[in-house]
Nanobody, 125 residues
Framework: VQLQASGGGLVQAGGSLRLSCAASGRGYMTYSMGWFRQAPGEEREFVAA????????FVADSVKGRFTISVDGAKNTVYLQMNSLKPEDTAVYFC???????????????????WGQGTLVTVSS
């Protein structure tokens, strides 16, 4: 199973980016998908997650109102629309897929079975 992320880049503060991540490979089932990020010198942190059925999305407080996650279960693809970007959003963003039983558990990485390779988002001030 592979998760291929794309869409990172350099953007000015206040700008927007859209990340995409497609899952493929034998044995891949319909998982929940999401995003974590890791800034230099920091621990990996949860950003957003969504169920492939579309029955629920979860977004970290730090990005709520600015980031929107959507999951296309038919395409095994997750998107992260990032608006009003801030310099503190600068990080490597990792796509994730796994079995998320409870939304309250989304912030902990234990639900993740597969990780993407990461895509760098740099927000300049």
């Amino acid at each position: 199973v592979q998760l291929q992320a794309s869409g990172g880049g350099l953007v000015q503060a206040g700008g927007s980016l859209r990340l995409s991540c497609a899952a493929s490979g034998r044995g891949y089932m319909t998982y929940s998908m999401g995003w974590f990020r890791q800034a230099p010198g920091e621990e990996r942190e949860f950003v957003a997650a969504g169920r492939s059925s579309g029955s629920g999305t979860f977004v970290a407080d730090s990005v709520k109102g600015r980031f929107t996650i959507s999951v296309d279960g038919a395409k095994n693809t997750v998107y992260l629309q990032m608006n009003s970007l801030k310099p503190e959003d600068t990080a490597v963003y990792f796509c994730a897929a796994g079995v998320l039983y409870r939304g309250s558990e989304c912030a902990a990485p234990e639900w993740v079975t597969y990780w993407g390779q990461g895509t760098l988002v740099t927000v300049s001030s």
